[in-house]
């Protein structure tokens, strides 16, 4: 160390609690983002003209640049430092919502989101490798918990304040609500943010290695195969699956590209994702824990909203406000949990996740059409808990292990296979629905036949409804009515019978837990103070 460097006075430490509040802001839109534009759709469809199947590439651009940058935020951070990549990452994240909300064409909306996605991917994995690095070991699990909140309350409240912006004033606002929020995350993490030394001297190490041995071909494989594997599981549904010759063709790009990505990322010299990091069995076992767990998850948050808004016939704000009170038992209970941390075991805690979830959809599972906000406050309550008590033991214990100048490396490769996670279960659950609307109602067709007394009477009666509302097509009215009936009870039935199985699949992962390790600390240790 040189004199000047050795004289140099030491920065004083700012408040852990300064820190976390700044580098929230952005994680928490970045969230946010990924569901609140769902509500709007119909209205930008009608901007834009654009049909149902061309609008859903707004979400899926912005998802699949999310989960391009997430694995590379370390090798980003090597060059630029924690702080100045996530101020980046930040203002492209604002550009690109400022575009968003000026846009009035498809392509131009689809451009604009994707950089919004660029922006936000590194988000995530920075601020959870900040609060790694900023609290002390005894307090882990509350930088988790604060971190959860964020990942988790930004989609649940997403639908309720797209909904509220959209019917209000208009849906260019959905993205205009990022800008002062963004701005002033940014002025607070200049102010309070700043790098400790002992990661930025293994950032610039790791950096004049990777200048040297630049892992083109590691990044580009690594592009390819996660956006065909992203598109995949975005459009598969929707084209059928393996019927369909493109979805056939991206299935195969991305197992070759990510199988050759493997392969270069494990033999290269400076490889731009470090997946020797898998080798720490705790980081391993928890990270794909809770990448099974998160693909039930999101499949429940997609369809619960869904049921309120389709069957329900709520609004996008209703069906937002009816799911508040998760969020707000979330907002209680994961603090809580974050503190309870170090004195209970994380597997009964995420044991105690497991079954409260489980048994939420269950209830969830007996919703009819008669189902009201009383009738879903409960299950919802039940999910919150249960929510809170698996997200923050989970990524607690993956990252107990693993050293500070890893973090951000391990904080983007966990990001990344819950993002994946995610979408492989809204993808697989989506399926099954489809498959289960068309196999009640062939189940419920043959019962509503004419030769049946009450069938008839029925017919009779809605016959009777319509005629005295002036419809005279009488009887082929009353059918198709009936029909309808029909085809809207199969669908409740399908909805029933997904949460049942979200249900099951949460139990089935119970055995999981046995592969769950974690370096816990029990009391107060000592610990060395950064410059956050």
């Known amino acids: 160390m040189s004199v000047v460097a050795a004289q140099r006075p030491r920065r004083a430490p700012v408040n852990k609690w300064l820190v976390t509040v700044s580098i929230t802001f952005g994680t928490l839109m970045g969230a946010l983002d990924s ?27 912005y998802i699949i640049a999310n989960v391009l940058v997430m694995p590379l935020t370390a090798f980003l951070g090597s060059f630029f430092g924690q702080k100045r990549l996530y101020m980046a990452c930040l203002g492209i994240f604002l550009v690109g919502s400022a575009m968003c909300g000026l846009a009035r064409t498809l392509p131009a909306l689809i451009v604009c989101r994707i950089i919004q996605g660029f922006g936000a991917g590194a988000l995530q994995p920075t601020e959870q490798a900040i609060l790694r690095q900023t609290f002390p070991p005894e307090e882990q699990g509350m930088a988790m918990a604060v971190f959860a909140l ?6 649940a ?52 290695k990777a200048r040297a041995h630049f892992d083109w071909q590691g990044i580009a494989l690594m592009c390819v195969g996660l956006a065909a594997l992203q598109t995949f599981l ?14 056939c063709a991206l299935a195969f790009v991305a197992v070759a590209a990510l199988a050759a990505f493997v392969i270069r ?16 069995g705790t980081f391993t076992s928890g990270t794909l824990i809770s990448s099974v767990m998160f693909a039930v998850l999101m499949a429940n948050m997609f369809f619960l909203p869904l049921f309120m808004q389709e069957m329900l016939g709520f609004t996008a704000t209703q069906s937002g406000l009816a799911l508040l009170p998760r969020s707000a038992v979330m907002f209680v209970a994961t603090p809580i949990v974050g503190k309870l941390y170090n004195h209970v075991s994380p597997r009964l805690t995420v044991a105690v996740g497991v079954l409260l979830v489980g048994f939420g959809a269950v209830l969830e599972s007996h919703f009819t059409l008669a189902a009201g906000q009383r009738t879903i406050f409960w299950p919802l309550i039940v999910q919150g808990i249960g929510f809170s008590c698996l997200f923050v033991p989970l990524t607690t214990a993956s990252l107990s292990t693993v050293s500070r100048a890893e973090l951000t490396d391990a904080t983007g490769l966990s990001s990344l296979l819950r993002q994946v996670g995610g979408s492989i279960g809204i993808a697989a659950f989506a399926t099954t629905f489809s498959h289960d609307v068309t196999r009640a109602r062939g189940g419920l067709l043959p019962h509503f036949t ?46 029933e019978r997904n949460f049942l199985l979200q249900g099951l699949c949460f139990a089935v992962s119970l055995p999981l837990l046995w592969f769950l390790r974690a370096a816990r600390v029990t009391g107060p240790s000592e610990h060395v103070a950064v410059e956050f």
């Open 35 to 61: 569901s609140i534009v769902n509500v709007a759709l119909p209205h930008i469809r009608g901007t834009v003209g654009a049909t149902v199947e061309e609008i859903t590439w707004i979400s899926t651009g």
């Open 150 to 155: 964020a990942v988790m309350i930004g989609p």
């Open 157 to 208: 409240v997403g639908p309720t304040l797209g909904g509220w912006l959209t019917d209000t004033y208009s849906w260019p606002w959905i993205f205009y609500v990022n800008l002062p929020v963004g701005l002033l995350g940014l002025v607070m993490v200049w102010s309070f943010v700043h790098e400790p030394e002992d990661i930025a001297a293994a950032a610039k190490e790791r950096a004049v």
């Open 234 to 247: 975005e459009q598969g549904d929707r084209d059928d699956w393996f019927n369909s010759v493109f979805i």
């Open 265 to 280: 990322e494990l033999t290269a010299e400076a490889p731009a994702v470090n997946l020797r990091i898998l080798r720490d």
């Open 450 to 495: 004419a030769t049946r007394p009450e069938v008839w009477q029925r017919l009779h009666q809605v016959a009777a409804g319509l005629a005295s509302r002036g419809i005279s097509a009488g009887e082929h009215a009353a059918v198709a009515v009936l029909h309808l009936v029909s085809f809207q009870q199969a669908t409740v039935l399908a909805f």
